[in-house]
């Protein structure tokens, strides 16, 4: 038997500051730790979805992707079929 996954490329410990940050900026939700990873995740991979059922995942934005992105990738709603 074949098994098939999807590897995703993302360390928590390259990542802690930028979830602490999203977590306290979202405390007013809040945003658990695991929801801090999927919106960090979809920062990391550009063009990314994410399906839930969570209606909180409405309220998160993405930050700026990474440096000589454009701005206006800046607070872009996370696009999530919900």
Same mark, same amino acid.
């Given at each position: 038997? /074949?098994?098939?996954?999807?590897?995703?490329?993302?360390?928590?410990?390259?990542?802690? %500051?930028?979830?602490? /940050?999203?977590?306290?900026?979202?405390?007013?939700?809040?945003?658990?730790?695991? &929801?801090?990873?999927?919106?960090?995740?979809?920062?990391?991979?550009?063009?990314?979805?994410?399906? %839930?059922? &969570?209606? &909180?995942?409405?309220?998160?934005?993405?930050?700026?992707?990474?440096?000589?992105?454009?701005?206006?990738?800046?607070?872009?709603?996370?696009?999530?079929? %919900?």
């Amino acid at each position: 038997m /074949n098994w098939y996954y999807v590897e995703v490329p993302f360390h928590f410990s390259d990542e802690v %500051t930028v979830v602490q /940050n999203l977590m306290k900026k979202y405390q007013s939700v809040p945003m658990s730790f695991a &929801d801090a990873c999927l919106v960090r995740m979809s920062e990391l991979i550009p063009g990314s979805s994410l399906l %839930t059922l &969570d209606s &909180d995942f409405r309220i998160y934005s993405r930050r700026k992707k990474e440096e000589g992105r454009r701005k206006k990738e800046e607070g872009k709603v996370l696009r999530c079929l %919900t």
